[in-house]
């Protein structure tokens, strides 16, 4: 038996079911970078002193002495931690003092707050638009120094990324597991001028902020797909009329249609190395998961059902894939080896798990589940258990932070798109969205390598 789609249900094979049939329906004026609402945090989250840095100015140019401090560094980092639900920065308000050097500390003076530690640091206009920037991470209960880094020569653009850096290095210095502040995720965002809409895939921090435009379509992108090293993304786009799957760099220098096949071409997926994208066509007549060799555009075929199989995902070793399929009815997420061919059944929890998404150390599987709605489901694949995270409305596009700590994904309030991270705990949460606008289509890229 062979499968034949119809544009509808080419939308329900790229992203989930209905779902994006659902929000696509939504438009809005206008967006702007993403902002963040904490919705959730841990109970006993540690209370932590990020004080305010100092500021001056070592250079003989005027410009630089009357200068005021560009970037509250301070700010952005206690905002990092608090959004992570561990940590509980403290007022600037109340602390005894702001020391800027260790031996400014009066540490008997911090004990009545319960603050074991404390980030001081000092930012400094070194001229001709650069900084920079000394921190020290203190434990103030062995009145010693923890970490204590500088950084030279940063431009006033890069500041924002030297203060994820610093909240990198306290998360994991007091985690065990390194901070994921410094990295940037990709998204589509959709507005609406009088009938047309015009449909944006930015990329920013994975703050929100410094928000770039990749491409600008007046036709559905969907889709994004990081590559490792973080320079490339692929995604589907429409902007011929038809399903086209797209590699551009962030820079814009390259770009690239890498499937235009009849039928659906969409779900791309990169390979752990690079050199391999998963893909869904339908140029066999039924939508089966193939993979791509980039260098040579040769096509494996992973997957031959009359069903709808898609949205694959790569393990983290790259030897298997993991994907969705309704062979038996309902959406199920199934694993495919690629030595042996052999696939086997991943989900067993309830009628309907699509969207499968797989942790970067390999051991969790968040997938989209309905049950009583469409929320956020997290199955251990060590040991089987399985657990709904979210409890949001229509949920979808779960994506991991490359230290597995957090999913983003998209999901919808009072008919507006948005943006929503959980922790994989589910005891933290936050909502991300753009002033009278929609995003969604989610991505969350890897460390960045510089």
């Known amino acids: 038996m062979v499968a034949t789609l119809n544009f509808q249900q080419f939308l329900k ?10 929000l696509l329906s939504f438009s809005f004026p206008a967006w702007s970078e993403l902002t963040i609402e904490i919705n959730e945090g841990y109970e006993n989250a540690y209370p932590i002193a990020i004080v ?21 560094l301070a700010s952005i980092i206690a905002a990092d931690l608090r959004r992570s639900g561990h940590f509980n920065p403290i007022a600037s308000s109340k602390m005894p003092a702001i020391p800027h050097e260790p031996q400014d500390i009066n540490y008997s003076d911090w004990r009545p707050l319960d603050v074991d530690n404390m980030l001081i640091g000092r930012l400094v206009h070194e001229g001709n638009g650069l900084y920079q920037i000394d921190m020290r991470f203190m434990d103030v209960l062995r009145k010693k120094q923890l970490i204590g880094k500088r950084w ?6 890069n ?16 985690t065990g597991v390194r901070g994921a502040f410094n990295t940037q995720i990709a998204y589509v965002t959709l507005r609406k001028t009088g009938k047309k809409r015009l449909y944006t895939l930015e990329v920013a921090d994975a703050d929100g902020f410094n928000s770039q435009p990749i491409l600008k379509s007046t036709k559905p992108i969907m889709s994004p797909s990081w590559s490792p090293d ?28 890498v499937a235009n096949y009849k039928g659906i071409n969409g779900a791309p997926a990169w390979s752990p190395d690079g050199n391999k994208l998963a893909v869904t066509l339908s140029k066999g007549g039924s ?5 791509m060799d980039l260098q040579s555009k040769r096509l494996q075929r992973l997957t031959r059902n009359w069903s709808i199989e898609t ?62 709605g ?40 009072g008919g507006s798109g948005q943006l929503a991270v959980v922790a994989i705990d589910g005891k933290t949460s936050q909502t991300l969205k753009v002033k009278n606008g929609e995003v969604r289509e989610p991505a969350w890229g890897p460390y960045l390598t510089n």
């Open 13 to 22: 094979l790229i992203k989930t079911s209905f779902l994006s049939l659902f």
């Open 52 to 72: 305010p840095f100092g500021f001056s100015a070592v250079s003989d140019d005027p410009k630089a002495k009357s200068a005021n401090q560009p970037v509250d």
């Open 152 to 157: 030279t020569g940063v431009k006033k653009q």
């Open 159 to 174: 500041l924002r990324r030297v203060a994820h850096q610093i909240s990198d290095l306290i998360y994991e210095e007091l």
């Open 230 to 257: 973080g320079t490339k993304l692929a995604y589907v786009s429409f902007e011929t009329g038809r399903s086209n799957i797209v590699v551009q760099s962030l820079d814009g220098k390259y770009r690239k249609v």
């Open 287 to 291: 939508a089966d998961i193939y993979i």
């Open 311 to 372: 949205e694959a995902t790569w393990a983290p070793n790259g030897k298997s894939l993991f994907f969705n399929s309704d062979r038996r009815g309902q959406p199920q997420i199934f694993q495919v080896f690629l030595d042996t061919g052999e696939t086997r059944r991943v989900t067993f929890e309830g009628k309907y798990n699509a969207n499968p998404e797989i942790s970067p150390d390999g051991r969790f599987l968040a997938v989209v589940h309905g049950s009583g």
């Open 374 to 413: 469409f929320h956020i489901g997290l199955q251990d694949l060590y040991n089987n258990d399985f657990t709904v995270l979210t409890n949001t409305f229509l949920d979808e596009s779960p994506t991991f932070a490359p230290n597995g700590e957090m999913i983003l994904y998209s999901m919808n309030r």
